[in-house]
């Protein structure tokens, strides 16, 4: 079997980079500045790799496909995996067959930093709350960045960040296959609901995937858990305890059992720390936040939580409230999650692109009480609809499908209240016609972007473009 624990990632090894996306094209850089020797593998047509084969032959990486593999193989010490592609990947099996180590860019990112880590998974949620993390370590006065699945690769930031600073991840479940010694400071699992059924057999195989957040840390790191979701709550309460560190629990449903939970109105947290009981004090109001839904101040209850075990070591909370308070409220949405895009008439478009499960689809109609005008649909991830399309009926006075599972949300929908569009640009012009002053046109498609777009960012783009072309058509009459 492949000694996964021997690779160094030092001068003189040599790599193979499996995927040219954007983690394996920053891989590639980082590992060449580190003075390894790298290649480069890819199973798309070459003619689609252009922009990649030229960057990687000025850093002096080959890129080689299914017919150099093996030869490639020959020369490897370690084999570095691009968050897309799945251990089962054909190409995968034959390099660990060979006895190659294969590991994934996060755990690449890990074993090169210098920064204590602090790491971030869950089905939904995983952006704003990273980005939350630092933007509350940076207010309390210390050095963070961000990286992973978020946006930027996160071998990247590890390799400029120095031993004073914090490295906040966004992992997917995808990312976290692939680990073997990666070990954050603090883990955060925000919640666990159906997705990627498509990729993974069944719910516990992906819920697993998810566990290994905490699968390397020992009793001086942390664990930041969801009181309010069985699945992660077993971790501490079942027949046998799996959680290996000290662990900390926020709810959005109000547990006492939690050290950081809402009451009413407000966000609160534990008088002293995180180990004792005892009585809570108000941290700051919900109708302070700027990101909206109870999902959100989740969300936010974890950032806080983790930022508070970062610097606090977790004696005690509360030291730094007053710059973590100030975090929270100058704290904006980001980009395609519940983003309002334009007023138009006195309609408000909003998107929410990145709900790209059920589940965030139910988050996000629960936010509005104004009438709402749903655009959905997408690649399916084999999720079951059938809750989706209860609320929709509940809390959508139209619906307008796109893409591959189109039919199939129509289905479990009232045909009165269904209008289907082949583009973004006519799913935007049917919502607008349907909507009144007041409405809410949302687009939260509850799929994947992949039959459409490239990603979820650029569906939200597409999104963002039809609505400023209605503005455009409105006055220009």
Not at 99 to 107: A, D, K, M
Not at 225 to 230: I, R, V
Not at 299 to 323: C, F, K, P, V
């Amino acid at each position: 079997m492949p000694n996964d624990d021997a690779v160094k990632l030092a001068a003189g090894d040599r790599a193979l980079i499996i995927g040219v996306g954007r983690s394996g094209m920053a891989t590639a850089a980082v590992l060449r500045d580190r003075g390894l020797t790298v290649t480069a593998y890819d199973d798309q047509p070459r003619e689609r790799l252009r922009a990649q084969h030229a960057v990687l032959a000025e850093l002096g990486v080959e890129l080689t496909d299914g017919s150099g593999l093996a030869s490639a193989a020959k020369s490897t010490d370690v084999a570095v995996l691009s968050p897309g592609v799945p251990l089962n990947n054909p190409a995968v099996l034959e390099l660990r067959r060979a006895g190659i180590p294969v590991i994934s860019e996060i755990e690449a990112a890990y074993r090169i930093a210098q920064a204590p880590l602090i790491a971030v998974t869950g089905t939904k949620g995983k952006s704003t709350t990273t980005a939350l993390i630092g933007h509350l370590l940076r207010r309390a006065g210390a050095k963070a960045r961000t990286g992973g699945n978020i946006g930027n690769p996160l071998i990247r930031e590890a390799a400029a960040a120095g031993r004073d600073e914090w490295l906040v991840a966004e992992v997917s479940s995808f990312q976290l296959e692939g680990i073997n010694a990666f070990r954050p400071r603090i883990g955060v699992l925000l919640n666990i609901s159906p997705d990627h059924l498509d990729r993974y057999p069944s719910m516990d195989e992906y819920r697993e995937a998810k566990f290994r957040i905490f699968a390397n840390q020992g009793s001086d790191d942390w664990f930041v858990g969801n009181e309010d979701d069985p699945s992660v709550v077993e971790l501490r309460d079942g027949p046998q305890r799996r959680i290996p560190s000290g662990d900390a629990w926020f709810s959005v449903l109000g547990s006492e059992r939690a050290d950081v939970l809402r009451k009413g109105g407000w966000i609160v947290r534990r008088a002293r720390s995180v180990r004792e009981a005892g009585p809570f004090v108000p941290l700051i109001a919900v109708a302070d936040l700027q990101i909206k839904g109870m999902h959100n101040v989740a969300n936010a209850m974890a950032a806080y939580l983790a930022a508070s075990l970062a610097l606090l070591r977790g004696t005690e909370i509360g030291t730094s409230d007053d710059a973590f308070i100030d975090g929270l409220r100058t704290f904006a949405p980001l980009p395609h999650r519940l983003q309002t895009v334009a007023d138009h008439g006195g309609v408000r478009f909003v998107d929410d692109s990145k709900a790209s499960t059920p589940d965030a689809v139910l988050k996000a109609l629960a936010v509005y009480d104004s009438p709402v005008i749903l655009i959905a649909g997408g690649r399916s991830k084999r999720t079951d609809f059938s809750v989706m399309a209860k609320a929709a009926r509940t809390r959508a006075k139209m619906v307008v499908l796109i893409g591959e599972s189109a039919r199939e949300l129509g289905a479990l929908l009232p045909a009165a209240r269904v209008r289907y569009a082949q583009s973004m640009e006519e799913a935007v012009a049917t919502a607008a016609a349907q909507a009144r002053r007041g409405d809410v046109v949302l687009l939260s498609p509850g799929c994947a972007s992949f039959d459409m777009f490239e990603s979820a960012e650029a569906r939200g783009d597409a999104f963002a473009a039809a609505v400023r072309g209605l503005n455009e058509t409105a006055n220009a009459t």
